[in-house]
T-cell receptor, first 113, second 118 residues
């Protein structure tokens, strides 16, 4: 099966700083990737759809200026949490589809202190 | 908008027994996919089983099978011969293809925490 790699697995940052999370499709090309957010003991909520070579599509209520998404190549999408605050602490997961199946990264646990 | 409902926040089953997890969904679409994902403590999302809405036959994958009732918009997961390694969160998910059969985003239910007891 296809492999999606997400990095880092966990990160701790100070309030007010920015953090970049990478999502790579290792053995296939992905024109579309998805970014989800998961709060403790809750489900995954779609944040945005990342489109290669064009602007991301954000879900209602997601601040596009805070969660910057860049999909510069067919194998890499990045999510940058800008000016992070403690309420941004969460588990972030990316996915990409191959052969009509979604493959997920390992997730990134972000803690803002 | 599509919604997915899992009415069982937690369930437990004895090892080697059978358990059924419930899922209902709401959509006006005729073509879509349904999935069950497993999320163990590592939090890696693992596909358990998928069902295409246009297929009447229920999908099966080894010990996992579904009961897909399209008219009732119901998609339950049956786990037979439960094993300790089945302990995890289970999410039911809906997906409408966006173009050319490509994957659209997944809409998840709130999940069911399954505990398999020895």
């Amino acid at each position: 099966g296809a492999v999606v790699s997400q990095h880092p697995s966990w990160v701790i940052c100070k309030s007010g700083t920015s953090v970049k999370i990478e999502c790579r499709s290792l053995d296939f090309q992905a024109t579309t990737m998805f970014w989800y957010r998961q709060f403790p003991k809750q489900s995954l909520m779609l944040m945005a759809t990342s489109n290669e070579g064009s602007k991301a599509t954000y879900e209602q209520g997601v601040e596009k200026d805070k969660f910057l998404i860049n999909h510069a190549s067919l194998t890499l999408s990045t999510l940058t949490v800008t000016s992070a605050h403690p309420e941004d602490s969460s588990f972030y997961i990316c996915s990409a589809d191959w052969d009509t199946e979604a493959f997920f990264g390992q997730g990134t646990r972000l803690t803002v202190v | 908008a599509q919604t997915v409902t899992q009415s069982q926040p937690e369930m437990s089953v004895q090892e080697a027994e059978t358990v059924t997890l419930s899922c209902t969904y709401d959509t006006s679409e005729s073509n879509y996919y349904l999935f069950w994902y497993k999320q163990p403590p590592s939090r890696q999302m693992i596909l358990v089983i998928r069902q295409e809405a246009y297929k009447q036959q229920n999908a099966t994958e080894n010990r996992f099978s579904v009961n897909f009732q399209k008219a009732a918009k119901s998609f339950s997961l049956k786990i037979s011969d439960s094993q300790l390694g089945d302990t995890a969160m289970y999410f039911c998910a809906f997906m409408k293809p966006i173009y050319g059969g490509s994957q659209g985003n997944l809409i998840f239910g709130k999940g069911t925490k399954l505990s398999v007891k020895p």
